[in-house]
Structure formats: C-alpha cells, structure tokens
Nanobody, 116 residues
Framework: QVQLVESGGGLVQPGGSLRLSCAPS????????LGWYRQAPGKQRELVAV???????NYTDSVKGRFAIARDNAKNTVYLQMNTLKPEDTAVYYC??????????WGQGTQVTVSS
C-alpha cells in the first residue's frame, strides 16, 4: 500500500510563502495524478492543484497565479509552492495520488495557518 510523507506546513503571515512536499513510498512514475487538496474548518475538502502524467495541470481559481505545483522525478517528490498567502488559505492540506488503476491514496494532512 502506498504511503505519502508530507512536510512543509506551518504558520505564516499574510503575504508570506510556504512550500509543501509530498514523497510517495512507491515510484512517482506509478501515478498518473499527483496533487494537493485542502480542507478548512467547516468546509468540504477541495482541490488545490494537481499535475497529470501527461504534464497537464489543474488549479482551483482562488490559487491561480499564487501557487505552483511541480514534480521532481529524481527526488520522487511533488511540491506545492504557495506564495502571497492569504488568511483564507488556512486549512489542512492533503497530498493525493492516483494510479493508472484508479487507486487513490491520501496523505495524513499538514496544517497551514495564515495569520498575523
């Protein structure tokens, strides 16, 4: 079973930056979708950004121009660079991967808090 190791969450002031990392236990080439979702208190989990095997990307509108997802095949890691953070970005962020057989795995979640 795939395991995902997340890191990089924390507390940051509005306008600041954070980078989240997610390293799967299996080869990154095993997954046709890698990405990040988030869930704020009292809200449903929502897609933040995903990268597809063919190189396509999908971002939720509220983070376009501020967040960037990238994969490093050599380090077997997917990153989420978050810039110009806003208080409304506060949430638990979950790494997500899906294989070609549509098997999904979620990370344990990492807290991101944007507050002055």
């Amino acid at each position: 079973q795939v395991q995902l190791v997340e890191s990089g969450g924390g507390l940051v002031q509005p306008g600041g930056s954070l980078r989240l990392s997610c390293a799967p236990s299996g080869s990154i080439f095993s997954f046709n979708v890698l990405g990040w979702y988030r869930q704020a208190p009292g809200k449903q989990r929502e897609l933040v950004a995903v990268i597809m095997w063919g190189g396509g990307y999908n971002y939720t509108d509220s983070v376009k121009g501020r967040f960037a997802i990238a994969r490093d095949n050599a380090k077997n890691t997917v990153y989420l660079q978050m810039n110009t953070l806003k208080p409304e970005d506060t949430a638990v962020y979950y790494c997500y991967v899906r294989t070609l057989l549509d098997e999904e795995t979620w990370g344990q979640g990492t807290q991101v808090t944007v507050s002055s």
